[in-house]
């Protein structure tokens, strides 16, 4: 009897650089857009709600103790979640609230929103980290690290910028 030759399971092929620097770059981006594009319309937002300078931007700058809480908790956590899926749920999940903010009908509702999306966006964040530094080798840890360091400053720009843009 003749036999059968297995073939190798196909290794699947690694994307090209520009196309993993494009895609982390994005998720830098897709992660911190919301915290800095509200900074660009606090004006707006203060009028909107009839409140104070002072008091919109302690309610904008609540999604920061969301940021605290679910950075911890990720963090402890980690060790059981799933990087790749948890990444991609947490920004998923960051959509919900962000939706949401176009009609919050009161200041606390609009802080209560940023607190959740600030628990969003450290969970993605830590577990992107958490992931590069998995998934990457010593030689391309810097590159993947800047891509997701530039996506998360041109998130402050750009969403500064169209936030601006369309509120005025």
Known sequence: MAELALAAPAQ??????????????????????????TQAILPSLATTYGVTPTEIGIAANASTIGLAIAGLL???LAGRLDRRLGIWLSLALL????????SAPDLASFALLR??????????????????GERCSTE?????LAAYVTGG?????IGRLCAATVAS
């Not at 699947?12 to 800095?36: E, H, K, M, N, Q």
């Open 95 to 102: 959509a919900i609230p962000t939706f949401l903010l176009a």
């Open 115 to 132: 607190v959740i999306q600030g628990l969003f966006m450290a969970s993605a964040f830590t577990l992107t980290l958490a992931y590069l």
């Open 74 to 76: 990720t963090g402890a």
């Open 12 to 37: 699947a092929t690694p994307a090209p650089a520009w196309r993993r620097s494009l895609t982390i770059g994005l998720i830098g981006f897709l992660t911190l857009v919301d915290l800095f594009a």
């Open 153 to 157: 400053v041109a998130s402050n720009l």
């Open 140 to 144: 391309d840890a810097a590159g993947a």
